[in-house]
Structure formats: C-alpha cells, structure tokens
C-alpha cells in the first residue's frame, strides 16, 4: 500500500526538520548571541550619538592647514606671527553708498565710531584699522583683526550684526575678506549633523520600504547604518581630538553618507541571503548561519576593495585626503562589521516577521533550472535576453559608454574661485564684488613676500616692477595697522613716515633675520589674473634672488598649492588605486581575465559618468569650473563602490559556476542578484544624492558624479555589460584558475 501524498509531505518536511537542525545548538546561544550583539552595539551606538553636536569642537576649515609642510604658502604662514604679533585672520568691512555718491564726513565719522566698537566684539584681537576712503570717495573699508584659534565663524557673525546695527542711513554695508569666506564657508556646513542625515535616511527608507514592501526590515536595515555611523564618528572625534587625524566639513559630509551608503549594501546583501535561506523553510538560527557563511566572503571582499582604494589617499600631499583615507576606512569598517553582526544578530531575533506582510514562500527564492527559456520574472527574462543576445549587448553597451567618455574633454578641473566654493547667497562674495570695484582687487588679501633682510629691497623691486601689483608695504609694529608703505632709494629699503613732520619712519619688524612684505594685488586674490602675477613673481624672485631665497605665501599663493598639489595627487594616486583593487579581485576570483574585465568595465564607467556630469556642470548647472581633487574623489568612490556590485554579482556568479558550469552560472548568477543589486545601487546613489542639500560646489559635484556614475554601474554595467561579456566568453573568464578548465560534462553543460 503505498503512502498518501500527504503523509509523504509530512515525512519530507520532518526530514527537512531535522537535517536542518543538525547539529543542534542550544536555544540559550541562539537567543543570547544575538542578543549580546544587539546589547554591545546600541550601548556603542548611545555613547557615540551625541558627539553629533560635537564635530564643531574637532573640526576645522582653515586650507592653509591642509597644505604640506614643504609649501611655500605654509612656510608663509607659519612665520606670520613673528610679524603680526598674533595669530589672526582679517575680516573686511565694505562700505558704500547706496546711490554711487560720495561718502559725508557724517558717513565717515559714523564708519569710525563703528571701528572703534568691532574691536569691543569678542573674538576680535586688537584694535580695528580707521575707516579707509577710496579713490572715487565712494567707499571705505576697515579691517578687522580676527583671532584665527577661536570660532571665525561665530565672531564674524557677530560683527555682522554690529555693522548691520551701526552702519550709518544711506549706507550698505558687507562682512567679506579671508574671515567672511570662512564663515560662509562654515555656514554652508551646518546642515552635515541635521539636514543631510534627515535627507540620507528618508530617502532609504522610502526606497526600502517600495522594494521590500515591509514596515519592519527598512527599519533594521537603517538601524545598521546608523549604528555604524554613531560608532565610526566615535572613534574618528577621539582621533581628531588626539590630533591624529584631521576633521573638516568636507570629510565629515562623505563620512556620513559613504557609511550609510556602504551599510545599507551589505545589509541588503545579507537580507537577500537571509530571505533565501527563510525560502528554503529553514529555522531563525539555520537561516541565520546560512545567510552569515554566504554573505560574509562577498562583505569582506567589497568593505576590503573599499577599504584599499581609500588608503591609497594617504599618498595625498594634501592633508585633508589624507583624513579622508583613514577616517572614511574606520566608517566602510564599521559598516562591515555593522551588517555581519548587528544586522544577522536582529534578524536571528526577529526571524520571519521581518518580511511581514508578505513573508517568503517556500520555493519562492528557487532559480529556474535553465534560463535561457522563458521564464517569469524581470531578472530572468533579463537573463534569456543576455542569453540570446550576449555579444551585441556588451558591444552596444561599450560603444555607448565610449560616447559619453568624450564629454570628460569639456571637464574644468583646475581649481575654482574660493568666492564660488558657497553656492546660493554669499555675503564675502557679495562684499568683495563691492571692494574690487572700488579697491584694488587683492585689498585685504595681499602676498606675503618672506625674505631675508639684506634681500629685502632687491625683492621689493621686483614687487613693484610687477604689472598685477598695486602697492607694496612691509609688515612693521611701529606704523599704524602693522604695515607702511616702502620705496626703494640707493638699493635700500625705505618705509614711509606717518603723522607730524619730523615723526621717525617706522623699522620694518625683523624675526630670524627676515622680513615680511605684502604686496596687494590688482585682482581679487582668488582670481585667474592674480594666480598668474603670483606665479610669475615667484618665477621673477627665483631669477633674481636664487631658488628658496624669497617665500611667496597669503591667500592666492595658498589657492595654487593646493591646486597644484591636488593635480599631482590625482596622477599619482588613480593608478595605484586600479593596481590595488586589480589585486584584490584577482586573489578573490582566482583569476586574471575576469578582474581585468571587471576593472576594464568600471573604469569606461566612470569615464562616462565624468563625461556626462561634465556636461552638465557647464551647459545645464553653470558651475565656474571644478577643484582638481573632484576627480580624485569621484574616481575613489565610483570605482571602489563600482567593484562592490561587480563582487556581489561574480561572487555568486562563481559559487553557481561551480555546481552549473560557467554560462549557468552566470545567468543564475544575475538573477539571483539582480534585485538586491538594484537595490543596494538604488539606495547608494540617493544616499550620495543628499549631499546635493549642502550649499557645497564640491560636495554637489561629488553628489552629481557619484550619484550618476552609481545608477549608470547599476543598470547597464552589472544588469547588461558585465553578464553579456562574461558570457560571451563562456569559461575563458576564469582563465587561468581550475575552473576555467571545465570536464566533459560541463562542457556540454557550457557550450
């Protein structure tokens, strides 16, 4: 008599049972691990939240900081207290009236009772220059000393609000000069702790829940990344505050959203695997460990490649990449840790209902067995179609990819005006479009000269020979301001005598044996024009003093350094980059062909995604251009991000080749990642997407690119190009490793 259909499920699903849990492991470890997991990072995550609020305390803005020691404009400005007495930073108040008449005496008398009460102001150091009128008596400007160690941006506030409460009727009046840009510049950050979080985690959210259609697994999947990042910004303060590693804003934004991207990618790797195994009919703790063993190579391997192409930054010259590298690492290191504990430690908890209200069906996570004949489902129809059609996809593709690299030809990558890095209103920007039209352009921000004494009128000479110098002074405590003006008589140095006659001409101030001579330029300092007279005054210097005789440092000098050092970074740093991500995936595939074709595919992708954005920023955003390091940037993140999905795929790609043969494999391969790629590239560029919320240019450029580059990656470079070029190929992609060198059967299988 044979059994009945349902006692033969019922012994089928008994079997099942009880293979799948064997061996047994004692309810109390499969509560209690996970829960000591969970325990041991909400306590991380409680005490890093708060330091939110504290970045501030760590952060800094200042560029002359990020600079190597051996720069010119570094050397400048470490020097410059030994003539200024203190360490400041000047804020210029422009003032002019409304109508384009001339300024009263009642004008001029209120701007100096004004100076008189800016020096009042906390934060201020020493006195505030008097009222100085321009040529055309249309305007005045004052300086203000601001102290450089303390809150620029809180004391230029409060100047604001003093100038704007005390700016005489019929008069405007703007806050601008070095101190001004780095308030606004500040300013433009404030958003990093609040609005861009906000934005980051919305975004998710909602595209989690779309995908997933669940309340609940959206929710632990943020919980990841957020833990994640509350214990990478842990670590990073403490390393800032040691003085270790240095914080601006423009890390601090990557920081965040490279964590809540990296995060959210391998939690939703590991919720496809998770989701796979709850399929299978498997219990919590089994599916948890068959989630974990599956997941745990491509997590390591993606967080590693990451992890490598960010420490290549250390090779920067520029001190703010060289934060960037190992403070974006510490983060990519907490999100793998993050997905591969916390994350399998919630869902052995919570199980099934993560998936609520539409839990997985047994067989539902099954692949078809062959895929190149119809079958139901976007990714296997997507399949079929690379089936049938590999090699001019991969030719389309590449052609259409190529097309768009040309746009990178249009690319302006050679450093902007520091007037145009705050997009949207300006108020420095404002107030030095005002200067420059009643001054001369680098009034407030001249070049600094440092020579020695005995040399000092032969460079002053060539200072005042030079056609985009309007005036020359050298720095003295004895005149009014801390400067006089100097002229050159019989080959020496002679400074201008102020008040009474007869009143002894203030001495240049000396320190080591040198002296310090500031130059205003005729252009604004961040202008192409006062680049250029930088450049050739220290080419002119060079010839006539001798190499390293004469320093050019101050704001325009400090512009082309970093300029030209980004430029260097960039062409030393992106090819080590491919080196050592090659390597990597080299040792993870156990072969050359296909990491050669998965570097090969992501670089024409980033090509692409450079070449459009191009095209963008000039014919469509406007942008004036792009800082060299953006790049840089972009290339990091596309590529080491871009390799991610590319492991994902072929990871999987490779474990199905084993047991189907190559071709199988790569179609099973693509659709059993297609969605959580999709998804994973999805949250990632809407993550990078919110850095556009920062008024930035460089973080919106970053944003664009990356954002671009990510979806470009997603639907055409792992959906289309990758699979059809790997099939096309067939085994050969494995060349030279043992599976490239299939048995008969799986010949057959693979042919």
Same mark, same amino acid.
């Given at each position: 008599m044979s059994a009945s259909p349902a006692s033969t499920r019922r012994s089928s699903r008994g079997r099942t049972r009880r293979s799948t849990n064997a061996p047994r492991v004692s309810r109390w470890l499969r509560v209690g691990i996970p829960s000591l997991l969970v325990l041991l990072w909400v306590v991380g995550g409680s005490i890093g939240g708060p330091f939110f609020g504290k970045v501030d305390q760590v952060a800094t803005n200042d560029q002359s900081s990020f600079l190597p020691q051996s720069a010119d404009a570094t050397r400048v400005s470490e020097r410059l207290?030994?003539?200024?007495?203190?360490?400041?930073?000047?804020?210029?108040?422009?003032?002019?009236?409304?109508?384009?008449?001339?300024?009263? @005496? %009642?004008?001029?008398?209120?701007?100096?009772?004004?100076?008189? @009460?800016?020096?009042?102001?906390?934060?201020?150091?020493?006195?505030?220059?008097?009222?100085?009128?321009?040529?055309?008596?249309? *305007?005045?400007?004052?300086?203000v000393p601001i102290d450089s160690s303390g809150e620029v941006r809180d004391v230029v506030e409060q100047v604001r609000e003093k100038v704007s409460a005390e700016v005489p009727a019929g008069v405007e009046a703007w806050v601008t000069g070095p101190a001004g840009f780095t308030a606004d510049l500040v300013k433009g950050f404030l958003g990093i702790d609040g609005l861009l979080l906000i934005v980051a985690l919305v975004a998710v959210f909602v595209i989690l829940v779309i995908v997933y259609r669940s309340p609940l697994l959206p929710i632990l999947v943020l919980l990841t990344s957020v833990f994640a990042l509350c214990v990478a910004l842990l670590t990073v303060w403490w390393l800032a505050f040691a003085g270790i590693v240095v914080l601006n804003g423009q890390v601090q934004g990557i920081l965040f959203i490279l964590v809540i991207g990296a995060a959210t990618d391998y939690a939703l790797l590991y919720?496809?695997? #998770?989701?796979?195994?709850?399929?299978?009919?498997?219990?919590?703790?089994?599916?948890t460990v068959r989630a974990w063993k599956g997941a745990f190579e491509p997590i390591l391997a993606s967080g590693g490649t990451v992890i490598a192409g960010l420490l290549c930054l250390l090779l920067s010259d520029l001190a703010t990449n060289r934060a960037l590298g190992p403070i974006a690492s510490i983060g990519i290191a907490f999100a793998v840790l993050s997905a591969l504990t916390f994350l399998p430690a919630l869902l052995a908890l919570v199980g099934r209902a993560a998936f609520w209200p539409f839990l997985p069906k047994p067989g539902q996570s099954a692949l078809p067995a062959d895929l190149t004949q119809p079958a139901k489902g976007f990714w296997s129809r997507q399949a079929r179609f690379v089936a049938r059609r590999a090699r001019p996809v991969w030719i389309v593709c590449t052609l259409v990819l190529l097309a768009a690299c040309v746009g990178?030809?249009?690319?302006?990558?050679?450093?902007?005006?520091?007037? @145009?890095?705050?997009?949207?209103?300006?108020?420095?920007?404002?107030?030095?479009?005002? =200067?420059?039209e009643h001054f001369p352009g680098g009034s407030g921000s001249p070049a600094y000269v440092l020579v020695p004494e005995q040399d000092a009128a032969r460079a002053a000479t060539v200072l005042q020979s030079a056609s985009g110098v309007d005036a020359v002074a050298v720095l003295s405590?004895?005149?009014?301001?801390?400067?006089?003006?100097?002229?050159?008589?019989?080959?020496?140095?002679?400074? !201008?005598?102020?008040?009474?006659? +007869?009143?002894?001409?203030?001495?240049?101030?000396?320190?080591?044996?040198?002296?310090?001579?500031?130059?205003?330029? *005729?252009? !604004?300092?961040?202008?192409?024009?006062?680049?250029?007279?930088?450049?050739?005054?220290?080419?002119?210097?060079?010839?006539?003093?001798?190499?390293g005789t004469a320093l050019v440092g101050g704001v325009t000098a400090t512009d082309i350094d970093s300029i030209d050092t980004s430029i260097r970074d960039r062409t030393l740093i992106i090819p080590i980059v491919l080196?050592?991500?090659? =390597?990597?995936?080299?040792?993870?595939l156990r072969s050359i062909v296909a990491p050669l074709i998965l570097i090969g595919t992501v670089i024409v992708s980033f090509g692409a995604?450079?070449?459009?954005?191009?095209?963008?920023?000039?014919?469509?955003?406007? #942008?004036?251009? %792009?800082?060299?390091?953006?790049?840089?940037?972009?290339?990091? #993140?596309?590529?080491?991000?871009?390799? @991610?999905?590319?492991? #994902?795929?072929?990871?999987?790609?490779?474990?199905?080749?084993?047991?189907?043969?190559?071709?199988?494999?790569?179609?099973? +391969?693509?659709?059993? !990642?297609? +969605?959580?790629?999709?998804?994973?590239?999805?949250?990632?560029?809407?993550?990078?997407?919110?850095?556009?919320?920062?008024?930035?240019l460089f973080l919106a450029q970053i944003a664009f690119i990356v954002a671009f580059g990510v979806l470009l990656d997603t639907f055409v470079v792992r959906s289309l190009l990758v699979p059809a070029l790997a099939y096309d190929l067939g085994r050969r992609i494995w060349w030279p490793s043992k599976l490239g060198r299939t048995d008969a059967a799986e010949r057959r299988l693979d042919a």
């Open positions: 207290t030994d003539f200024t007495g203190s360490d400041t930073i000047p804020a210029i108040v422009v003032a002019s009236t409304a109508d384009g008449s001339a300024l009263s @005496d %009642a004008h001029v008398t209120a701007l100096q009772t004004l100076a008189t @009460d800016l020096a009042a102001v906390d934060g201020v150091s020493g006195d505030a220059s008097p009222p100085v009128v321009s040529e055309d008596g249309q *305007a005045a400007q004052i300086f919720v496809a695997r #998770f989701r796979e195994a709850i399929g299978e009919g498997r219990p919590r703790w089994d599916a990178v030809t249009q690319l302006r990558a050679d450093g902007v005006p520091a007037s @145009d890095l705050v997009l949207g209103a300006s108020e420095a920007r404002d107030g030095q479009a005002a =200067l420059a405590a004895d005149a009014p301001g801390g400067q006089s003006p100097v002229s050159v008589s019989d080959g020496a140095l002679q400074t !201008t005598a102020f008040g009474a006659p +007869g009143t002894p001409a203030p001495a240049p101030t000396v320190a080591d044996g040198d002296v310090l001579l500031a130059a205003t330029l *005729a252009d !604004t300092a961040d202008s192409p024009a006062a680049d250029e007279t930088v450049r050739q005054l220290r080419a002119d210097l060079t010839t006539e003093l001798g190499e080196a050592v991500i090659l =390597l990597i995936l080299m040792a993870l995604a450079l070449g459009v954005s191009a095209l963008v920023f000039d014919g469509i955003l406007g #942008f004036p251009g %792009a800082d060299p390091a953006v790049p840089l940037y972009g290339f990091v #993140f596309l590529v080491a991000l871009g390799v @991610d999905y590319n492991i #994902f795929l072929m990871s999987r790609v490779r474990e199905e080749s084993l047991a189907h043969g190559t071709r199988a494999g790569i179609l099973r +391969g693509l659709v059993a !990642t297609g +969605g959580v790629i999709t998804s994973a590239g999805l949250v990632l560029a809407a993550t990078f997407a919110a850095l556009g919320v920062i008024p930035i």
